[in-house]
């Protein structure tokens, strides 16, 4: 079951006091990132955020994890009732951000040498 549009419109709406956070479609589920990080996955319209020390902390007692799809690393499921509270959430959102490794650069792509058949005779 693809996620909902009205529930990311929902979890941006919540997330409207933290900076630069955007969500991508990805394989009829979204990303969501916060600058150039994936922060967390809203799959089946649940949210997924990425684990990390002071997200379990600032979480504490509520804390639950989840798989956003089979084979997927294990990530913090965010209640529903949770989803409720923007101020909670976007802390969430920010302290998970600041624990994240900066993502690897990207590769500058190369141009394709002309293949043996592409080649005048």
Known sequence: M?????????ITDQLRGVLAVSA???FGEYAVYC?????????DDQL???????G???????????TAYPGAKPSILVSAHD???DERL???????????????PKKPRTERRPRRSDRAL
């Open 2 to 10: 693809a996620t909902s549009k009205s529930t990311i419109d929902f």
């Open 24 to 26: 991508r479609k990805m």
């Open 35 to 43: 600058g150039d990080k994936v922060v967390a996955l809203v799959c």
């Open 48 to 54: 997924f955020v990425k684990i990390t020390e002071p």
């Open 56 to 66: 379990k902390a600032l979480v504490g007692k509520r804390y639950a994890e989840g």
């Open 83 to 85: 989803l409720e509270d």
């Open 90 to 104: 976007s802390e969430l959102i920010r302290v998970t951000a600041a624990a994240l490794p900066a993502p690897r």
